[in-house]
């Protein structure tokens, strides 16, 4: 039974790297209609600047971390302004195919600037485990709950407290009204594409620990992100938290009590929720069925 | 007006002998280099039939290709089939295959289905590494050498010339290549043409003229997987060698950019495409030597191309002709 729980509990930390990504999704998709294509590459190159600032300018995490947000933020507002502007009011397949641009561009930069190479991490958490009721956890299992939850709770509390964070909402509501009412509609677009730039920085901060740092880490987390947001509904916020949370406790007993499908068939696994999810109850657990207009 | 499809015709005619003599000039290098543009002909013209002609967009066509390139594989190392006899095979398959995807992919539109493809894609490698007793898993299946595989030990006599291994493959590519196109021609200009574009345009006005949209898509699905099947057949033929990383997710994004170069929704364009498949690695390795240039390169015209020429090729194509024909509307003076 102990190592049931183990196993729930390091599902639940890399659910929630998958519903932090999930959710900066879902932040994009909400404000603007777009699928973001490149959410994962823009993760991964974040993360390369955290790993630059410890290993090469002597920062210690932390900092490296704020500083990496910082740039994160920035760059997702510049990528707004500069391609997906003038491309977000014509048709969708337009827009789709900038983003798998920039996926294209930011992936091959990746290796450009810091070659392919595989790279160590080290984590911010201790390497001990913690002893809770017989279960062994690790402090790298807290910590990123803890991290990905905190990321999660602050953003929240933005939409929730903040004038700007109200605006947002209005924009994504509701463009016309919001702009009638004095709400710089596309500034608030451009910011709520730094903050998912900023959110997926912080996933994929939290996964490289585990499994190395290299210009494809983001890929099947961004696949397993794509599953979640489509599981919890892809406009919900919660539904995207909650998402990456069941499918990562999900996936992690499917691998350990399923021999059939061990650790290769996790993304077909996750392949065949976003289908069966889309298929049955497209708006997800936590969305709004859509009543199309004809 | 009534000499425009004499004159089409002339000019594939030209093209077609251009096409046919090309090889006596090159090395054997570039041959290869030219079949595999052959190839990539194949897989961007069913491409396009789908998201160019019927509007649903495939970010996973790599997998079809995985398909096509695995049953050819399969068929030649296991059950002893001939090369060009596993062709026709994969293309069923693959088609089928297509069908079946086909059918839920029917009822995801826009934003779903690129999600949904550009899963399959991902997932691909791992699913085909995971059945290793019929795949070979991660080392693939090797070809090379074997019997099945024409002109692989011994240049090919045919009709009094001696082809050589590359040169085979570049005849062999193209000429379903162009079979393709015209057949793609064909389909595209009558009733089903009309049919898919009518759905691209509207679902909803298309329901109203007594289109099946399940049918229709479907259709799509199962014609473009099986040209990619074939794409993917030729594919493992050429390089007689096939494993997951054969098929990777980046090769279905380049197939999207292809018919992005080319021209979505046209077939004029598509030769463009998928010789800007083929040699932009290598263009891009003069920039720079990393292996991460080309996808630089590649992204970068890809977006270039969606903000500032959305035709591609096909659009310079038609507003190159509209400007010749605007000078012929005016009499000289």
Redesign the interface.
């Known amino acids: 039974m102990a190592a049931f729980f183990q196993q729930v509990v390091s599902g639940l930390a890399s659910g929630s790297i998958y519903g932090a990504l999930a959710l900066s999704i879902v932040l994009i998709h909400r404000a603007t209609?777009?699928?973001n294509?490149a959410q994962g590459e823009m993760a991964t190159f974040s993360t390369y600047i955290a790993w630059t600032l410890v290993t090469h300018h002597g920062f210690s995490y932390w900092p490296a971390f704020v500083v990496a947000l910082v740039v994160s933020f920035l760059g997702g507002v510049g990528i707004h302004e500069a391609?997906i502007r003038?491309?977000e009011r014509g048709p969708?397949?337009?827009v789709?195919?900038?983003t798998?641009?920039?996926?294209?561009?930011?992936?091959?930069?990746?290796?450009?600037?810091w070659?392919?190479e595989v790279r160590a991490v080290q984590s911010p958490f201790p390497a001990r485990t913690i002893d809770v009721g017989g279960v062994a956890i690790s402090w790298q299992d807290i910590g990123t709950i803890a991290v990905c939850l905190l990321s999660v709770l602050v953003l929240g509390a933005f939409f929730r407290c903040t004038k700007t964070g109200l605006a947002m909402r209005a924009a994504a509501t509701n463009p016309a009204e919001a702009r009638l009412v004095g709400v710089r509609v596309s500034r608030m677009l451009a910011v709520g594409w730094g903050l998912a730039a900023a959110l997926g920085a912080v996933a994929g901060m939290l996964t490289a620990p585990s499994v190395f740092l290299s210009?494809n880490m983001m890929?099947?987390v961004?696949?397993y992100a794509?599953?979640a947001a489509?599981l919890g509904g892809i406009d919900s916020p919660v539904g995207a938290v909650v998402g990456g949370l069941l499918l990562g406790v999900g996936l992690n007993l499917l691998g350990t009590y399923v021999d059939f499908v061990?650790s290769?068939?996790?993304?077909?696994a996750?392949?065949l929720v976003?289908?069966v999810v889309?298929?049955v109850r497209?708006a997800g657990l936590f969305g709004k069925p859509r009543v199309r207009k004809? | 007006m009534r000499r425009e499809p004499l004159r089409a015709l002339a000019l594939f005619a030209a093209l077609a002998a251009v096409v046919f003599v090309l090889p006596a000039f090159v090395n054997d290098f570039r041959a290869q280099q030219f079949a595999y543009v052959g190839i990539y002909l194949v897989a961007l013209t069913g491409l396009n039939i789908l998201t160019g002609y019927a509007g649903q967009i495939s970010l996973g066509h790599g997998a079809f290709m995985a398909i096509g390139g695995y049953t050819a594989s399969i068929l030649m190392i296991d059950h002893g089939v001939r090369d060009i006899a596993t062709i026709p095979l994969a293309i069923i398959v693959t088609g089928i295959a297509g069908v079946l995807f086909g059918l839920p992919a029917a009822r995801l539109s826009g934003l779903y289905l690129a999600l949904a493809t550009f899963a399959i894609a991902v997932a691909a490698p791992a699913t085909i590494k995971r059945f290793e007793g019929f795949t070979g898993g991660g080392t693939g299946v090797n070809l090379f050498g074997i019997p099945e595989l024409t002109a692989s030990d011994a240049p090919l006599q045919l009709f009094g010339f001696e082809l050589d291994f590359n040169n085979w493959i570049y005849y062999l590519s193209w000429t379903i290549a162009i079979a393709g196109y015209v057949l793609a021609w064909l389909i595209l200009r009558g009733r089903t043409g009309r049919a898919f574009r009518a759905v691209r345009d509207s679902e909803i006005a298309a329901v109203s003229s007594g289109i099946s949209l399940t049918r229709t898509k479907v259709l799509a699905f199962g014609i473009s997987a099986a040209y990619a099947g074939a794409a993917g057949a030729l594919f493992a033929v050429a390089t007689a060698f096939v494993n997951p990383d054969t098929f990777p997710v980046t090769l279905s994004i380049f197939l999207l950019v292809g018919i992005v170069v080319s021209g979505i929704g046209s077939l004029q364009g598509l030769v463009a495409g998928a010789v800007f498949i083929v040699f932009m690695p290598l263009w891009a390795q003069t920039v720079s030597k990393s292996p991460g240039a080309p996808f630089v390169v590649y992204g970068g015209v890809l977006i270039v191309l969606v903000l500032v020429l959305p035709g591609g090729v096909a659009g310079l194509i038609a507003s190159a002709r509209r400007l010749t024909r605007r000078r012929q509307d005016f009499p000289k003076p």
Do not use: C, K, Y
């Not at chain 1, 920039?102 to 990746?110: D, I, R």
């Not at chain 1, 290769?264 to 077909?268: A, E, K, Q, S, T």
């Open positions: 209609g777009v699928i294509f391609v003038p491309v969708r397949i337009r789709v195919i900038v798998i641009g920039l996926l294209l561009v930011l992936n091959g930069l990746v290796t450009w600037i070659s392919g210009p890929l099947t961004l696949i794509f599953a489509v061990g290769d068939l996790g993304l077909p996750a392949l976003i289908l889309l298929l497209p004809v």
